[in-house]
């Protein structure tokens, strides 16, 4: 299984920089990380280059789950509008693990599925894929896989494009699927039913590939009205995140799309969460994962930079 991880980066003086780039090579070369996600914080063209340096350092793989100007909706008139294509770098194109490409299914958060006609929606989310797929091929020269997302709940989006009878209808039209853990949790609580209810209820699981995980519990306070956190997986967490593992028997590949810092400097959380990932998804033992997570935040130092030195005492 592949570990991934969003790749972050900084705005300083209105520069952006890849502040955290040394951590996540140390991370690649040791084998904890494999795979960096486009986009983390920003969806900008500069991130996206300090990307794509990233990967040619380190041989490090991509995925790619939008691109600057792309509207986050399978379903939306507008999805494919704002991205200017001749603006993304052609390194892009070239790079071998660019394989596939998601987004998250369904409409803007403003717009809803009674706006159109049932063949209005449908036509939309073909034309779409369609587009997406044939650009993509002339700009690569390959087939691109293009692949869904299920959205979360409580950012005003239609219900009706977060239940596990739509997500699972689209994951069949799509090349493959995925699944965030903290949407689903979402949806289903705005469903009002359990999270374990919503999982019963997905067909189509078999397609999905890339498995999605990040906390939502913010135990500072920081975040209290953002629905979906993208903060450090907290051990409470650990639990269902190898019981949702186990619903999806095609994955290859988890990614953590921790974002926002709670307790610790930025450097030390996206440690502690790509390790304590690494170790959770490898073991599949909540106790041991716990364990490595207690060590790393009473041994690690707040700007990683001992992170050599404690990975070597980890492995032993």
């Known amino acids: 299984m592949k570990i991934g991880a969003n790749y972050l980066t900084e705005k300083v003086e209105g520069k952006t920089i890849g502040k955290f780039d ?19 914080k920003y969806c900008d063209i500069a991130s996206l280059e300090l990307l794509l340096k990233m990967l040619e350092r380190t041989g490090c793989e991509v995925d790619i789950h939008g ?3 792309m509207l986050p909706a399978t ?30 299914i369904g409409l803007d958060n403003q717009d809803r599925i009674a706006n159109y ?9 073909q034309d779409n894929q369609e587009k ?10 390959r087939e691109i896989q293009f692949g869904g997302e299920n959205q979360p709940g409580g950012f005003q989006i239609d219900p009706e494009t977060y239940t596990p009878e739509f997500l699972s209808q689209i994951w069949e039209k799509m090349d493959f699927g995925v699944f965030d853990i903290a949407h689903g949790k979402n949806s289903a609580q705005e469903e009002g039913i359990s999270y374990e209810g919503y999982l019963k209820r997905l067909t189509n699981t078999q397609r999905v590939k890339i498995f999605h995980v990040s906390g939502n519990m913010d135990r500072t306070g ?5 629905p979906d956190k993208h903060v450090m997986m ?8 190898l019981e949702t593992i186990s619903v999806f028997s095609n994955l290859d590949l988890i990614v953590t799309e921790y974002a926002y810092q709670t307790k610790y400097a930025y450097e030390k959380e996206i440690i502690m969460e790509i390790v304590t990932l690494k170790k959770l998804v ?3 033992d909540v106790e041991y994962t716990k364990k490595i997570g207690l060590f790393l935040e009473k041994e690690l130092k707040e700007k990683g930079e001992n992170l050599e030195e404690v990975l070597e005492k980890i492995e032993k």
């Open 132 to 141: 997406m797929k044939r650009i993509l091929r002339e700009k690569t020269g």
């Open 67 to 69: 691109l600057p100007g």
């Open 222 to 226: 920081k975040y209290i009205d953002k």
């Open 22 to 40: 040394g951590i996540y090579q140390m991370l690649i070369q040791k084998g904890y990380l494999n795979t960096l996600k486009y986009p983390g």
């Open 234 to 241: 907290d051990e409470s967490e650990f639990s269902e995140i």
């Open 117 to 125: 006609s049932p063949k209005e929606f449908w036509q939309t989310f």
């Open 282 to 284: 490898e073991s599949k």
């Open 75 to 104: 379903h939306s008139k507008v999805m494919l509008a704002n991205i200017q294509w001749d603006q993304i770098p052609e390194k892009l194109w070239k790079v071998p693990s660019f394989q596939r490409i998601s987004t998250h």
